[in-house]
């Protein structure tokens, strides 16, 4: 007997056909599930690469209060990141974030990056509990 309101969540789920992972929108957020076996004593490791569906939009008047703090222009592009922990398996991750010469590094948070060079931005560890990665782009 199928679940009512799991059918109802994964109705536009997809599979893409390279690696069988099913693809899916739950509550606001895109869903990965792939199965995978391990073999006792055997490590695994899932490579994940995300192209995000839409392009980063300029944010006019984004708060002005916010923005004078941190001393920034009127149009901004707000990028985050969430990172959610799924109870009972550890894992460790690693994100590399890529912009192009029409954008700037106006804001982040320095202690969650661990390499910001070359229009990349590098950010990886150990996922202990829930992350949030924000940080703020101006165009050049």
Request: hydrophobic share 35%.
């Amino acid at each position: 007997v199928a679940d009512e309101t799991l059918s109802a969540l994964e109705k536009n789920k997809r599979v893409d056909q390279g690696s069988g992972t099913e693809i899916w929108q739950e509550f606001g957020k895109t869903v990965f599930a792939h199965w995978m076996r391990t073999e006792p004593g055997q490590t695994s490791l899932v490579e994940l690469e995300y192209e995000l569906p839409f392009r980063l939009q300029v944010k006019e008047n984004l708060g002005e209060k916010i923005l004078e703090k941190l001393n920034l222009d009127a149009k901004v592009v707000p990028y985050s990141f969430l990172l959610q922990k799924q109870s009972g398996f550890d894992f460790d991750y690693r994100q590399i974030i890529e912009y192009d010469d029409n954008y700037r590094i106006s804001w982040l948070e320095e202690d969650k990056y661990d390499s910001i060079a070359d229009h990349k931005i590098i950010s990886e560890g150990a996922v202990e509990n829930d992350q949030i990665y924000n940080l703020l782009f101006s165009l050049n």
